[in-house]
C-alpha cells in the first residue's frame, strides 16, 4: 500500500509543479502571450473586481503535502524493511504510524480541497471569452488529474488507517476482513 500511495504522491505534486502551458489572446486589437505556471501568480486582464490572481497558497500547499507524503513513504518502507522486528515487538512504531497517516490523509483531503478551489479559480481568471479573443486556450488536463490523485492520497491514506484499526481492535468472536497481499484475508 505504501508504494502506492508513494506513486501517487510523485505523480500528485509532479503534475502540478511541472505545469506550464502558454495562453494566447487578443484584446483591444493587442495580441498578448502568457505562460501560466507553477505556482500560479497570474496577471491578466480579468475584469473581476476582487480577482487577484494570486493562487500560490493552494498550489504550495497542495505540492508540499504531496512532498512530505513523498518523503515519508520512503521513511516508512526503509522502517518495514530494515527494522521490521522493532516494527512488529514495539507497540508505540505502530501507533505513530497510524497518526502520522492520519495526518498525511487530512493533509491530503485539506490540500486536494484547497487545490480544487484553487484550480476553479484559474479557469475563472483566465475565462477571457466576454472581453477578449482566445487564440491559444490553456489546456487543464493535467492539472485536473493532480485533483483527482490528491482525493486518491487521501482515499489511500484512511484505507491504510482504518485497515489499522480493523486489525489492532480485535472484538472477541467478531469475523474482521483486512487487505493484505491484494487478497482480503478473514480473521476470526
Same mark, same amino acid.
Given at each position: ?34 505562460? *501560466? ?8 486582464? /480579468?475584469?473581476?473586481? $476582487?480577482? &487577484?490572481?494570486?493562487?500560490? +497558497? ?66 475563472? *481568471? ?8 482566445? /487564440?491559444?486556450?490553456? $489546456?487543464? &488536463?493535467?492539472?485536473?488529474? +493532480? ?42
Amino acid at each position: 500500500m505504501r508504494i502506492i500511495q508513494f506513486i501517487f504522491s510523485i505523480c500528485a505534486f509532479a503534475t502540478i509543479s511541472g505545469y506550464s502551458s502558454a495562453y494566447k489572446y487578443i484584446c483591444d486589437n493587442k495580441q498578448y502571450n502568457e505562460t *501560466i505556471e507553477y505556482p500560479f501568480r497570474i496577471d491578466l486582464p /480579468t475584469g473581476q473586481e $476582487n480577482s &487577484s490572481g494570486d493562487l500560490s +497558497s493552494d498550489a504550495q500547499f497542495f505540492v508540499a503535502t504531496g512532498v512530505l507524503s513523498f518523503l515519508y513513504c520512503i521513511f516508512v518502507v526503509l522502517l518495514y524493511v530494515v527494522c521490521d522486528e522493532l516494527y512488529k515487538q514495539n507497540t508505540q512504531i505502530p501507533l505513530l504510524d497510524f497518526g502520522l497517516t492520519v495526518v498525511l490523509a487530512v493533509f491530503w483531503l485539506s490540500g486536494s480541497a484547497a487545490w480544487a478551489n484553487g484550480l476553479n479559480g484559474l479557469k475563472l *481568471i483566465t475565462n477571457l471569452e466576454d472581453k477578449c479573443t482566445i /487564440t491559444a486556450p490553456l $489546456n487543464f &488536463s493535467t492539472l485536473n488529474i +493532480s485533483v483527482i490523485l490528491g482525493f486518491l492520497n487521501f482515499f489511500s491514506m484512511g484505507f491504510r488507517s482504518v485497515v489499522l484499526i480493523q486489525r489492532d481492535n480485535v472484538v472477541p468472536n467478531q469475523t474482521i476482513y483486512f487487505w493484505t497481499n491484494n487478497t482480503y484475508s478473514l480473521e476470526i
